[in-house]
């Protein structure tokens, strides 16, 4: 029963999206409006090359927070165990902690975290 679930679980999923974006595509309305082909930037006619690279730093900068950002979550249910595991939760929190702390030494030492 419990294959069979998941199986039916994913094929109405995957068939509600399909049928999503089916209406959004028959209902919609259409623009073939080449303004909206434009880059847009606080209402201002962009001027130039509109295509410029950016500095790959702000990507790790980013990518870095929200691996912390996401880590911090667990955090969360570890707290509300912790009473019912005892010392094997804190030792888990230990640990998690430490490669936490390690993965910020390393993003630090690789100069992630400073900003350009």
Known sequence: MGNVAVLVLLILGVAFAFIAIGIGKIFGIHSTNPEKGEPYECGIVTEGVTWVQFNVGYY?????????????????????????LGMFAWVELVLFSLFLFLGLLYAFKKKALTWM
């Not at 990518?63 to 911090?72: A, G, K, Q, S, T």
């Open 60 to 84: 790790l900068f980013s990518l870095v927070f929200l691996i912390f950002d996401v880590e911090i979550v667990f955090l969360y249910p570890w707290a509300t165990v912790l009473k019912e």
